[in-house]
């Protein structure tokens, strides 16, 4: 049963920093996109950045030039760097590997920037 478990969310002031990772289990890691979601209270879960095997990326616009996406193939992980953290990033993380009409969720980790 293919797993991802995240891990590095936390309360941060605003302005501050988080690494979020994301570790897979029991998946061919380096064939699968991967992306970070997010959901806050109330509102839709929404993308936040995704990386495919090839290592080309995307973004939110609402996170472009603060949040980085990254892979370790080696180490079957995903990384978001979030950088310059305001408080509407406050959300439930979550973890997203997809190919083809395979789909996995991690648990999600909070994030909770304080203003």
């Known amino acids: 049963q293919v797993q991802l478990v995240e891990s590095g969310g936390g309360l941060v002031q605003a302005g501050g920093s988080l690494r979020l990772s994301c570790a897979a289990f029991?998946?061919?890691?380096?064939?699968?996109?991967m992306g970070w979601y997010r959901q806050a209270p109330g509102k839709q879960r929404e993308l936040v950045a995704a990386?495919?095997?090839?290592?080309?990326?995307n973004y939110a616009d609402s996170v472009k030039g603060r949040f980085t996406i990254s892979r370790d193939n080696a180490k079957n992980t995903v990384y978001l760097q979030m950088n310059s953290l305001k408080p509407e990033d406050t959300a439930v993380y979550y973890c997203?590997?997809?190919?083809?009409?395979?789909?996995?969720w991690g648990q999600g980790t909070q994030v909770t920037v304080s203003s």
């Open positions: 990386i495919i095997p090839g290592g080309s990326t």
């Open positions: 997203n590997a997809h190919y083809l009409h395979f789909n996995y």
């Open positions: 029991r998946v061919i890691f380096n064939i699968y996109s």
